[in-house]
């Protein structure tokens, strides 16, 4: 396994250590680990998850739906996080970093990977 470094927000991290406290994840890096599986997954359709017990996390994160399906909203990649992400982006290039976070903590839960994800982007605009 290959060790890598990602800075996140405090807010972001704080989020992952509250669902770890709650018992679904182990620690933090496991929930790291899942949330880019997660996303990966939602992108690339061919994508197959290598973490172990993927599917199991998966169901407990998210009960209503299965790895892979669109069924749900939370946690699936849409037009509308396509969207998001250009818009948060777009904000953050120009300056408007409170905006962006704004619009993105109104759209997604702490704990979605797909805020995750566009937290690391907001990342490089706060620095």
Do not use: H, W
Request: hydrophobic letters at 35%; a negative charge.
């Amino acid at each position: 396994m290959v060790k890598s470094t990602v800075r996140f927000p405090e807010e972001v991290l704080d989020a992952a250590e509250e669902l770890v406290e709650r018992g679904l994840f182990t620690n933090r890096s496991e929930f790291q680990r899942f949330a880019v599986e997660c996303v990966l997954e939602q992108v690339d359709e061919e994508y197959e998850p290598a973490m172990l017990d993927y599917d199991e996390l998966y169901a407990e994160v998210f009960p209503d739906e299965g790895p892979g399906e669109d069924g749900s909203e939370e946690g699936s990649m849409d037009d509308e996080f396509i969207r998001t992400a250009a818009r948060v982006r777009q904000l953050a290039m120009r300056g408007d970093v409170e905006t962006a976070t704004e619009l993105l903590d109104g759209r997604y839960s702490p704990a979605d990977p797909r805020a995750l994800l566009l937290e690391d982007l907001l990342a490089e605009y706060r620095e």
